[in-house]
């Protein structure tokens, strides 16, 4: 999410209730698509890869579950010489804080270039990345000691992902409508690909097999479908011709303010955070307008079905032990928690008092989810078995995407730690 403005609260709120498009369960399978976009029969996945490896890095092998290597205490590389430290960009203090998880202290603050969003860890867990969109620069932070480097010049990096292979960063240059690929050492641009069709890119995933990724356009209610290397765009699903139950209306949520002044004529919704599920079947989509998530199966790309969880939804999190994964409902300070076997919420956690958890990170070892409070200026520290929340740590103003590292897994595929 670009800006970090508190919405202005709507007295007499209006939630619109609606059938799913496409019959009442809202199950249909087939998926809207643009028109002329290539159907899903069109996907075609590269070339077979040996299992265990690409050309150029590690994969996963067919039938092996995504989060297989990022369990509780699975550090590799890199990252086993990482100092624990939570990283917190404040997009619109312009600072980065770090805290110490073990005292639960801030322990530094730099001044970084303007607006930073995201702290992104390297392909090969050497680096984290903060992103500066509107500054236009990439900043570098040593994992080994915490300490900030001097910031590269990057056009408009809103977010930050990496090829399956490493052999390029993706930035979402959301600003300028086009993804471009970087070296992923020294940043440098090899080659952009224009994205006409989506408004506001923002945050993606990739297939288990890692062969397609699927990324959100925030401001016009669209998701693309990509190929790994990043070269066209394969399809474009349109969430607007899908109607769901407890939307925030257009209207209102012009009349609101912040981001949701950037949605387009013509949208109804905005897409968030993507991950993919435990089991690989699904890729789960938060939309902030729509107050739930969005089911995508990740095999045919088709919209299947949504699921209502609360006011602003918008960070998705997988347990350390795959059985459940964690939605931020932003609007309404509360974490609706899923069971990966059944894709079904099956409690929410209400945050006491004011409260808008918004991104963050699963702990090393699974114990805690870290979030950041957007509109509060501060940090959550909370129980991953009982929801309590055990902290709350003040920050500098607009708190965005926490980055807690080190985290397990062989590789990131970027944002936050989609790890693999």
């Not at 092996?64 to 550090?75: D, E, K, R, W």
């Not at 960009?89 to 639960?104: A, E, F, R, W």
């Not at 918008?314 to 059944?342: L, Q």
Request: net charge neutral; aromatic share 6%.
């Amino acid at each position: 999410m670009r800006t970090g403005r508190r919405p202005a609260v709507l007295v007499g709120f209006v939630i619109v209730l609606a059938l799913a498009l496409a019959g009442c369960d809202g199950r249909s399978g087939a998926g809207p698509e643009v028109a002329g976009s290539p159907s899903a029969g069109a996907l075609s996945p590269a070339a077979p890869v040996a299992p265990g490896a690409t050309s150029q890095g590690p994969s996963t092998h067919p039938g092996t579950a995504p989060y297989a290597f990022a369990g509780a205490g699975m550090l590799t590389g890199a990252a086993t010489q990482a100092r624990p430290l939570v990283y917190v960009p404040n997009q619109l203090s312009g600072t980065v804080q770090v805290i110490d998880p073990k005292t639960y202290k801030v322990i530094s603050t730099d001044r970084i270039p303007a607006s930073p969003e995201h702290v992104v860890p390297s392909w090969d867990l050497r680096t984290l990345w903060i992103n500066s969109d509107q500054g236009n620069a990439l900043t570098p932070v040593d994992p080994v000691t915490g300490k900030v480097g001097t910031p590269v010049a990057v056009a408009d990096p809103y977010n930050l992902y990496f090829t399956p292979d490493g052999a390029h960063a993706v930035v979402m240059a959301s600003r300028l409508r086009r993804i471009d690929l970087l070296d992923p050492h020294t940043m440098k641009l090899q080659r952009s690909l224009k994205i006409p069709e989506c408004v506001g890119v923002n945050h993606a995933d990739y297939t288990a097999d890692l062969q397609h990724m699927l990324a959100s356009c925030e401001f016009n209610g669209r998701l693309l479908v990509l190929d790994r290397e990043m070269t066209t765009v394969l399809k474009v699903i349109d969430l607007n011709q899908v109607r769901t139950p407890g939307a925030t209306p257009p209207s209102e949520a012009h009349m609101m303010g912040g981001p949701k002044n950037g949605l387009v004529a013509g949208a109804s919704a905005m897409p968030q955070d993507v991950r993919l599920t435990p089991d690989g079947k699904w890729f789960m989509v938060a939309d902030m307008l729509r107050n739930g998530v969005w089911f995508i199966n990740a095999s045919t790309m088709r919209y299947d079905h949504f699921v209502p969880t609360g006011m602003g939804a918008h960070g998705i999190y997988p347990s350390r032990d795959a059985t459940r994964v964690f939605v931020s409902n932003r609007d309404e300070g509360t974490i609706s928690v899923f069971d990966a076997t059944t894709d079904e919420p099956v409690t929410k956690w209400k945050l006491p008092g004011s409260a808008s958890p918004d991104m963050g990170d699963v702990s090393m070892d699974g114990s805690q989810l870290w979030l950041s409070g957007r509109y509060n200026s501060e940090v959550y520290v909370i129980d991953t078995t009982t929801g309590r929340l055990l902290h709350r740590i003040h920050t500098g103003s607009g708190p965005h995407g926490l980055c807690v590292w080190p985290q397990p897994g062989r590789f990131s595929l970027g944002h936050t730690g989609n790890m693999r």
